[in-house]
Antibody, heavy 120, light 110 residues
């Protein structure tokens, strides 16, 4: 069974840092691109960042470039999102999601999410 | 940059009725990379449709997708109580890689 389990969310002051993790199981981890998608309270979904299977390519949405760093440890089946210089507008539930080539890069499995609150 | 605009914002319907949800892209896109998701309160999204018209594994056949170019549609033939939720369309663009979501359509019970 595919599982994605996020952790590391919490309350942080504006300008602070937080590191999110996503532990994966139930599939061959390094065969898949993985993604962070966030959802501000009461709002829609926003793509944040994607890392390819071997970690050789990483893509970011413009609003987090230079502040967020996405990495993966294929020996631990774990993803990391280092978030620096956090802003109030980064407040959201952060989901990790698996990209599927069978589904033409749609996201076929999602974690339950971890909440990040940035206080100003 | 592609913008996806979903309409209507909210659809008020009764169980058993049909639902038609629209997703319009600001530029013509490849339907291959157009997906639809369902999200219920307190849950992560679930993929329903990929490639504009293919149902994901385990998705009932009352859900169908269609469209091409700039106009895509998700149709729910007969609403079941568990179908009342928010629906998002999403597009993957490759140069550079970027995933874009529409703002969502809420299907609520009348």
């Amino acid at each position: 069974e595919v599982q994605l389990l996020e952790s590391g969310g919490g309350l942080v002051q504006s300008g602070g840092s937080l590191r999110l993790s996503c532990a994966a199981s139930g599939f061959t981890f390094n065969n898949y691109a993985l993604t962070w998608v966030r959802q501000a309270p009461g709002k829609g979904l926003e793509w944040v960042s994607t890392i390819t299977g071997r970690g050789s390519n990483i893509y970011y949405t413009d609003s987090v470039k230079g502040r967020f760093t996405f990495s993966r440890d294929n020996s631990r089946n774990t993803l990391y999102l280092q978030m620096n210089n956090l802003r109030a507008e980064d407040t959201a539930i952060y989901y990790c999601a698996r990209g599927s080539s069978d589904y033409y890069n749609a996201f076929d499995f999602w974690g339950q999410g971890t909440m990040v609150t940035v206080s100003s | 940059e592609i913008v996806l605009t979903q309409s209507p914002g909210t659809l008020s319907l009764s169980p058993g009725e049909g639902a038609t949800l629209s997703c319009r892209a600001s530029l013509s896109v490849t339907g291959t990379y157009l997906a639809w998701y369902q999200q219920k309160p307190g849950q992560p999204p679930r993929v329903l449709i990929y490639g504009a018209s293919s149902r994901a594994t385990g998705i009932p056949d009352r859900f169908s997708g269609s469209g091409s170019g700039t106009d895509f549609t998700l149709t729910i033939s007969r609403l079941e109580p568990e179908d009342f939720a928010v629906y998002y369309c999403q597009h993957y663009g490759s140069s550079p890689p970027k995933w874009t979501f529409g703002q969502g359509t809420k299907v609520e019970m009348k």
